[in-house]
């Protein structure tokens, strides 16, 4: 049995996104993401091979799905599932307050 807490151990400031992986099955992984500002570079798009749910602990963050006209804004208890193979990027997350991140990647079994 494993017990944490995920606003526990959080560095101040960071240059970048940190990821750490909390828990990892043949099923599914699921990590922490902690943002400082940070976004996805200009002109480049996530495009996983697995579905992501992802959870806005704190802070706040934009997204953009690709063929959407409008960035998806979310902030802390916000919960968004991206399925795979669904582009899309962070166009910004809070510069003022960390932004904390769950994500919970469910894995295609073969």
Known sequence: MEQGNLLVNIPARSGEELFETI?????????RIISYGQSTPEGEWYDQ???EWVLLISGSADLLIEGESEPRCLCAGDYLLLPARCRHRVLRTDTEEKTVWLAVH?????
């Open 23 to 31: 828990l990892e099955t043949s099923g599914a992984r699921i990590e």
């Open 49 to 51: 091979e697995d579905d």
């Open 106 to 110: 469910i894995c295609k079994s073969d």
